[in-house]
């Protein structure tokens, strides 16, 4: 971090339920131990009423104040006390840092994105603009259940069936488990998974998710000062401190082991060719059973122009566009792309088809990466089909097309969802939105 910043770190701290839930709040109260250290919480337990519970500590000092939300909201939550609340604590020069400790109906991603973009107003002697300004995020750390993590990302169980969410809330119990893991600067792992070739398979899982953030494996109930201060000091300079990536950045962060370990894989499926939409849809199962997740860009021979982007978290799947690719841009619209997109699409550049292509990462726990890979060259086009999508797209784009309108999967349902993709993980494409 530069040193000339003098804006207010802040500390995100996430976790989805249970003993995770009760890690957070162990750890913001061990940090809030530190001098200077303002800690922050939020219950929404009674948002659909209208009421939010926010508490403030300052050292052995707490208020608390009961909030009435007339929309009754998580982003209403945000921009009428979470974010002005940042901007006037920033203000004190008592307050050297401001801890978050997450309620599970906020997702880091989202908050960290609202820090950033939403704009404060009516703060006297305060000019509009985003909190951003007044705090930086200094880390994200996500607290997880280490005996149940796994399977929990992996299941195909929802947050309304978990009694997490209400019934209007189509978020997956994976989506969350993978999301605030993929999303964090640092793991806090709570209690022991019981078989120790299981925290084996769990410190492998985690080493390929998120390859530089450090593991403090802590006691049931939570880290104390010194264990989570020093976790802090651990985290890498570079990490990505709340950013949020878009779909065109780097799929493999960090530099994550790319050999098995306890039968967990981190694979790369990449082709220079496009999906068969309606041979992909048959074959997208072999991403749910046994495999943790999987993202990437893909390209679907009846959508020529558009990225489309692919997120699967244990039992569900999430796909959406992307933008255009740069070959389908205006010259206005290229000469306005990032310009990192251009030099790494100029490298792989194709004379017929551009900068199109197939990108995924596939992280399996229990499943075969041969037959993952066979199932996915098997939905690609034929060279037969190819030839027909270089002479005549627009004959390929009255092929039968199950990514007609973006959907989840499974599809049974008959519902679609449109799946605006800018990065990572609510319940749009990644799982970086709030339900409201």
């Known amino acids: 971090m530069i040193e000339s910043d003098r804006r207010t770190p802040v500390v995100v701290i996430a976790g989805s339920s249970g003993r995770a839930t009760a890690g ?3 750890a913001a109260d061990a940090l809030r131990m530190t001098p200077g250290t303002v800690t922050i919480r939020h219950d929404l337990s009674g948002l659909r009423e209208g009421i939010v519970h926010r508490t403030v500590c300052a050292g052995e000092h707490e208020t608390s104040a009961v909030l009435e939300l007339a929309h009754g909201c998580v982003s209403c939550t945000l921009r009428m006390d979470l974010l002005p609340l940042l901007c006037a604590l920033a203000a004190r020069d008592s ?6 400790a997450l309620d599970p109906a906020f997702e880091a991603e989202a908050v960290c994105q609202a820090i950033e973009n939403v704009v404060v107003t009516g703060i006297v002697g305060r000019v509009d603009g985003p909190a951003g300004r007044d705090v930086r995020l200094e880390a994200v750390v996500t607290c997880l259940e280490a005996e149940r993590w796994l399977a929990d990302a992996t299941g195909e169980e929802t947050l309304a069936e978990r009694g997490l969410a209400t019934a209007d809330d189509e978020r997956a119990v994976a989506q969350l ?14 209690g022991d998974s019981g078989d120790p070739l299981e925290r084996l398979r769990l410190g492998a899982v985690l080493a390929r998710l998120v390859p530089e953030a450090p593991i403090a494996w802590v006691a049931p109930d939570g880290p104390g000062s010194e264990e989570i201060e020093t976790l802090l000091t651990r985290i890498p300079v570079d990490s990505r401190r709340g950013r949020v990536f878009d779909a065109h950045a780097p799929l493999l962060r ?11 894989t981190l694979m ?6 496009p999906f068969h939409p309606v ?10 059973d046994g495999v943790v997740t999987a993202r990437g860009r893909i390209w679907l ?5 558009e990225v489309v982007w692919l997120e699967s978290a244990g039992g569900g799947l999430r796909v959406g ?3 255009p690719w740069l070959a389908a841009m205006s010259p206005a619209e290229l000469e306005s792309a990032d310009p990192t997109r251009r030099v790494m699409a100029a490298l792989r550049w194709d004379d017929r088809f551009g900068d199109r292509d197939i990108s995924l990462v596939i992280l399996v726990h229990d499943a075969d990466p041969a037959e993952i890979r066979q199932a996915l060259h098997w939905a690609l086009v034929e060279d037969d089909e190819l030839r027909l999508l270089e002479r005549a797209p627009e004959l390929v784009a009255q092929w039968e097309d199950p990514f007609g309108e973006w959907h989840t999967d499974p599809c049974e349902t008959g519902e679609s969802t449109g799946l605006p993709v800018e990065g990572s993980a609510g319940q749009s494409k990644s799982p970086k939105g709030e339900s409201t």
């Open 24 to 26: 957070v709040d162990r």
């Open 95 to 100: 307050v050297y840092r401001i801890v978050l």
């Open 177 to 190: 488990a993978v999301g605030q893991v993929d999303f964090a600067d640092a793991v806090v792992a709570l």
């Open 254 to 264: 960090g530099q994550p082991p790319l050999g098995a370990d306890h039968a967990v």
């Open 268 to 273: 790369e499926f990449a082709a220079s060719r």
């Open 279 to 288: 041979r992909l849809h048959e074959a997208l199962d072999v991403l749910f």
């Open 301 to 305: 021979a009846t959508q020529p122009d």
């Open 321 to 323: 566009g992307a933008g």
